[in-house]
């Protein structure tokens, strides 16, 4: 079952390691279940935060096996498929199709930067017209800061003329509410995403779709409360409260790296320490970062 515009909170899962640095499959799946419990609509797993371009394509296959075998739904599941070759985002979309997953986030191919607006087209219509699946639901994944290939109004155009009911959504990773603000009105059914936690409730004022982000890993419940009640007067007040929570734990959680930290802060939740662990070249905080994390 798919969803064909997907609204809401999901949480751009963290990926719990074992000592071996290998993924831990049975905590993880306990994470998605804790934080749909709090309040997430669903979970997209295996992006940015969940560093997905440091797993191999088995282990990402297993991860989205595990979470689906434990119990997850798969309507409430966002899995990242998008990589640098057009045969391996093929492979992995197709994989999640094939376990009733069918919307998945997809990063363009970003090893060449600064593609023409044609090739990013083309990338996508390549993938799309090697999968040959009218259950596919696409999620494009725009953040140049990390993959230096925007996706452009144009794109967007594009790829909504050429595929109707194909593309429903963007994940803006970016940070630039005023582009935000110019999906919304330009792409009326178009589910726009902000992939900043503090951005949610102005972007849902504007008329926005939800949110997918990493600090949801620790304040579900308020990201739920805020997409719930954001347009409601006689909530207002607690939405307030509820946005200034959200972005003290931002804020708290980019004082150093921000995986890292996030991993400290929802090891000290849980009181599971293989939290902390990190695939290099990312590597775990500092003790003495982490002690002046967690007594801020």
Same mark, same amino acid.
């Given at each position: &079952?798919?969803?064909?515009? /997907?609204?809401?909170?999901?949480?751009?899962?963290?990926?719990?390691?074992?000592?071996?640095?290998?993924p831990?499959?049975?905590?993880?799946?306990?994470?998605?279940?804790?934080? *749909?419990?709090?309040?997430?609509?669903?979970?997209?797993?295996l992006g940015?935060?969940?560093?997905?371009?440091?797993?191999s394509t088995?282990?990402?296959?297993?991860?989205?096996?595990?979470a689906?075998?434990?119990g997850?739904?798969?309507?409430?599941?966002?899995?990242?498929?998008?990589?640098?070759a *057009?045969?391996?985002?093929?492979?992995?979309?197709k994989h999640?199709l094939?376990?009733?997953?069918?919307?998945?986030?997809?990063?363009?191919p #970003?090893?060449?930067?600064?593609?023409?607006?044609?090739?990013?087209?083309?990338a996508?219509?390549e *993938?799309?017209?090697?999968?040959?699946?009218?259950d596919?639901?696409?999620?494009?994944?725009?953040i /140049?800061?990390m993959?230096?290939?925007p *996706?452009?109004?144009?794109?967007i155009?594009?790829?909504?003329?050429?595929?109707?009911?194909?593309?429903?959504?963007?994940?803006?990773s970016f940070?630039? #509410?005023?582009? &935000?603000? &110019?999906?919304v009105?330009?792409f009326?059914?178009?589910?726009?995403?902000?992939?900043?936690d /503090?951005l949610?409730l102005?972007?849902?004022?504007?008329?926005?779709?939800?949110?997918? !982000?990493a600090?949801?890993?620790?304040?579900?419940?308020?990201?739920?409360?805020?997409?719930?009640n954001?347009?409601?007067p006689?909530?207002?007040?607690?939405?307030?409260?509820?946005?200034?929570?959200?972005?003290?734990?931002? !804020?708290?959680?980019s004082r150093?790296?921000?995986?890292?930290s996030l991993?400290?802060?929802?090891?000290?939740?849980?009181?599971?320490?293989?939290?902390?662990?990190?695939?290099p070249?990312?590597l775990?905080l500092t003790?003495?970062?982490?002690?002046?994390?967690?007594?801020?």
């Amino acid at each position: &079952m798919s969803t064909p515009h /997907p609204t809401g909170v999901y949480s751009a899962a963290l990926t719990p390691l074992k000592e071996d640095l290998s993924p831990d499959l049975p905590v993880f799946v306990e994470h998605a279940k804790r934080l *749909i419990a709090q309040g997430c609509d669903g979970v997209a797993l295996l992006g940015t935060t969940g560093e997905a371009n440091s797993f191999s394509t088995d282990e990402r296959k297993a991860i989205l096996e595990a979470a689906v075998q434990g119990g997850v739904e798969t309507k409430r599941l966002l899995p990242g498929t998008g990589v640098v070759a *057009i045969p391996e985002t093929v492979g992995l979309t197709k994989h999640a199709l094939s376990l009733g997953v069918n919307t998945v986030v997809m990063l363009p191919p #970003f090893y060449y930067k600064a593609p023409s607006e044609a090739g990013v087209i083309a990338a996508y219509s390549e *993938i799309v017209e090697r999968i040959g699946s009218s259950d596919l639901r696409v999620i494009l994944y725009h953040i /140049p800061q990390m993959s230096a290939v925007p *996706i452009t109004a144009p794109i967007i155009e594009a790829l909504l003329k050429r595929y109707p009911g194909t593309f429903t959504g963007i994940k803006d990773s970016f940070g630039d #509410f005023a582009n &935000m603000e &110019m999906l919304v009105d330009s792409f009326p059914g178009f589910s726009v995403l902000a992939g900043a936690d /503090p951005l949610l409730l102005p972007l849902m004022r504007k008329g926005g779709a939800g949110c997918i !982000t990493a600090t949801s890993n620790l304040v579900a419940a308020d990201l739920a409360f805020i997409y719930r009640n954001a347009n409601d007067p006689s909530k207002a007040a607690e939405v307030d409260a509820a946005q200034v929570r959200v972005v003290a734990k931002r !804020t708290q959680a980019s004082r150093f790296a921000q995986m890292a930290s996030l991993k400290v802060l929802l090891a000290q939740e849980t009181g599971h320490q293989g939290w902390t662990r990190l695939r290099p070249p990312l590597l775990p905080l500092t003790q003495d970062e982490a002690t002046q994390l967690l007594a801020a």
